[in-house]
């Protein structure tokens, strides 16, 4: 199981099925756990963070929280994007002057980091710093919001992120280790992902896996064409390509990592697309 977990998180490192890169060579020395949390699941895992690397800790808060209701925050972030607006937070009580690393946290809402990190990027000045980014989500965009940190903030180095659908966030506990030694924030050997085999065409047996993981997910993930597998057969970790015709007759695709557990259980773990 400890060899799964370990594929799993690094699987969740990367964009695209069996893409591998080396990360930057870097030295943590002290950091602080910067993240925004509306209902917590961030918050769990930076709170694993803090403890696994002994970094100081602090939350962003909005001036004007938002509501609890789902919907309602939905309705007002896209009120405000109508608007051009940001939300207020409180200024952070943090000295960044005594920090080397950032690690950065926030859910992904709207397909990239949630607006009160674009409010932090806006009143905080992060020069020199390495930002370590990491995240919660529903589907998927641990990726895309590193692409959009790495515009923002182009002269910093932000290292590989780590994401969780919230979901499954107790997993967090397991997962973080190999990627912390990954981006060499603790000592270790890390174990790189075997690639997957190329794109095969949808079996019977691949469809219902692909069914009993991410049957009862409420957004449309695409429809499955095409699955890959890890080389090692005992990884059990396996990428479904998707298709979805849009409104203006393109064809998006997606990629859909799917994890099938020590316990039998299949998992959605992210969608990239």
Same mark, same amino acid.
């Given at each position: ?16 099925? =069996? ?44 001036? $004007? ?7 309602? $925050? /939905? ?64 589907? =998927? ?93 005992? $990884? ?14 393109? $064809? ?16 959605? /773990?992210?969608?990239?697309?």
């Amino acid at each position: 199981m400890k060899k799964i977990v370990l594929f799993v998180c690094v699987a969740l490192l990367f964009g695209a099925c =069996g893409s591998q890169k080396k990360t930057d060579e870097t030295t943590h020395t002290r950091s602080l756990v910067l993240y925004y949390s509306q209902l917590g699941s961030t918050r769990q895992v930076a709170k694993l963070i803090k403890d696994k690397v002994g970094a100081d800790i602090e939350e962003i808060t909005l001036v $004007t929280p938002y509501d609890t209701s789902f919907q309602k $925050t /939905i309705e007002r972030c896209n009120q405000d994007r109508a608007a051009g607006i940001l939300p207020d937070i409180h200024p952070i009580q943090s000295v960044l002057a005594d920090y080397d690393t950032i690690y950065l946290g926030y859910p992904i809402w709207f397909g990239t980091y949630a607006p009160p990190i674009a409010s932090l990027l806006r009143e905080v000045d992060f020069t020199g710093k390495v930002i370590v980014p990491f995240c919660t989500f529903g589907s =998927g965009g641990v990726e895309a919001s590193r692409d959009s940190l790495l515009q923002q903030l182009p002269e910093n180095l932000v290292l590989e992120g780590y994401g969780v659908r919230a979901a499954r966030v107790g997993a967090a506990a397991a997962e973080l280790e190999p990627w912390l030694i990954r981006i060499e924030a603790l000592p270790g050997e890390f174990v790189p992902m075997p690639e997957f085999t190329a794109m095969k065409p949808l079996t019977p047996e691949a469809k219902a896996l692909f069914d009993e993981a991410c049957g009862d997910y409420p957004m449309p993930l695409g429809t499955p064409v095409g699955v890959a597998r890890c080389v090692e057969p005992d $990884t059990n970790l396996v990428c479904f390509e998707t298709h979805q015709v849009r409104r203006s007759g393109d $064809t998006s695709v997606s990629f859909i990592h799917v994890l099938k557990s020590a316990s039998g259980k299949a998992e959605f /773990i992210k969608v990239v697309r």
